[in-house]
């Protein structure tokens, strides 16, 4: 059996139709297809049924993929242990982080670790997909909640606070916003509610539920929505505060939560790997008053 044939196969058990599994590997789907049905032929057996639904294993292909898994970990164990003997601050670092965190915060201080280091090269991935570390898929992951797997290392790097935010021209055609009880008079923008979605969370029980005039899961959507003049934007401070077309309203029990950066525990002494561990911890912790200030950074003439 040839391992690459096998990988195939693994692809198309994880995401169920050989579109999304020709995506996941870069490849056409017709690629996917074939190398499965050649994996078949090499193992006598059939490992699909294809249904309305997509691709789902049988009892053979079941036991078939158990096994594959654990060969799969094999092999990415290895390439990590070949990694860490490296020494040279050189390669590709896959840094994945939430997209408004990573676009807005992370790309500037990734670049320039970069620019320092010509035979690095650093992939950051801006998602809102949760991504295997075990699998390669990342490096380093900075994460708005604490992985449990025993594999990773887990080190709270931030605390990002968040707080409300409008234009001067919404502002003067509004009402005034000077307490909870006025947010709920306003054209609200933000993200929908979730337990762990803690800004809208905060912002929902602000407004007592008002249904808002925009959500969208992305704060630099709402950035720029805010800066328009479009409504009251809940936004973490590191975006409102540094930009003077924004106004901070402050409102009581601003939340705030945890950054938590994570490597993989094979990885974790791999030099280039490291320079990025090590650069994101500094400069997190430099901006930590960017991040969650004490204190208002901004003051609002009619709040």
Not at 2 to 31: E, M, N, P, Q
Request: hydrophobic content about 45%.
């Amino acid at each position: 059996m040839r391992w690459d044939d096998l990988r195939y196969v693994l692809a198309l058990a994880r995401a169920g139709s050989l579109a999304r599994a020709a995506k996941a590997l870069g490849v056409d789907h017709t690629t996917v297809g074939r190398r499965v049905e050649v994996a078949e032929s090499e193992l006598g057996l059939r490992l699909f049924t294809r249904t309305s639904a997509g691709y789902t294993l049988t009892a053979e292909g079941e036991r078939v993929v158990s096994d594959l898994r654990r060969v799969e970990e094999a092999m990415h164990a290895l390439e990590r242990g070949a990694d860490a003997q490296r020494s040279a601050v050189e390669g590709v670092v896959r840094v994945t982080a939430p997209e408004s965190f990573g676009c807005s915060y992370l790309a500037p201080r990734l670049a320039l670790l970069a620019r320092a280091h010509p035979g690095l090269e650093i992939d950051l991935l801006a998602t809102g997909a949760v991504l295997d570390l075990s699998r390669r898929e990342a490096d380093v992951a900075l994460r708005f909640f604490r992985s449990s797997h025993e594999s990773l290392v887990v080190r709270r790097v931030a605390e990002l606070r968040h707080g409300l935010y409008a234009a001067p021209s919404y502002l003067a055609k509004s009402p005034p916003l000077r307490a909870p009880a006025d947010v709920a008079r306003h054209a609200l923008l933000t993200s929908a509610p979730g337990p762990r979605v803690i800004d809208a969370n905060w912002l929902e029980q602000l407004s007592g539920g008002a249904r808002p005039a925009l959500r969208c899961e992305l704060s630099a959507a709402l950035f720029e929505a805010a800066r328009a003049g479009a409504g009251v934007a809940v936004l973490p401070r590191y975006i409102g505060d540094r930009e003077p077309g924004l106004v901070h309203l402050p409102m009581p029990g601003e939340p705030s939560e945890a950054l938590w950066m994570t490597v993989h525990r094979d990885l974790r002494d791999t030099p280039r790997v490291r320079a990025v561990v090590e650069h994101l911890a500094s400069q997190l912790e430099r901006d930590r008053e960017m991040l969650a200030p004490r204190a208002k950074a901004k003051s609002s003439a009619r709040a």
